[in-house]
Nanobody
Framework: EVHVVESGGGLVQAGGSLRLSCAAS????????IGWFLQAPGKEREGIAC????????FYGDSVKGRFTISTDNAKKMVYLQMNSLKPEDTDIYYC???????????????????WGQGTLVTVSS
């Protein structure tokens, strides 16, 4: 059974940085994907940064390119989201999702990630 747990949310001022962590365990192979998602009210979750565990291939949404970096520590089975130059509009609950397949550098769909953490709140003050 796959388990996903996020941590690292909090309050930060605009322009500041924060790092989120995601612990994902239970996959039988090393070829799986982890993603960070946001969810607007009434909409499905949107992938903002996703990574393939086996070769560290990445996807970034347009809103975070150049500011956020997703990385993985395979030995610790952890995935991190380093968030720099944070803006008030980045305020949201950040969900970590895990799935059996990476969908390439241009696509990170919620439907491909069946395992979810509880979410962690990031608040950026102006």
């Amino acid at each position: 059974e796959v388990h996903v747990v996020e941590s690292g949310g909090g309050l930060v001022q605009a322009g500041g940085s924060l790092r989120l962590s995601c612990a994902a365990s239970g996959f039988r192979s090393d070829d799986y994907a982890i993603g960070w998602f946001l969810q607007a009210p009434g909409k499905e979750r949107e992938g903002i940064a996703c990574i393939r565990n086996s070769d560290h291939s990445t996807f970034y949404g347009d809103s975070v390119k150049g500011r956020f970096t997703i990385s993985t520590d395979n030995a610790k089975k952890m995935v991190y989201l380093q968030m720099n130059s944070l803006k008030p509009e980045d305020t949201d609950i950040y969900y970590c999702g895990a799935g059996p397949r990476y969908h390439g550098g241009n696509y990170c769909p919620e439907v491909g990630y069946p395992y979810w953490g509880q979410g962690t709140l990031v608040t950026v003050s102006s």
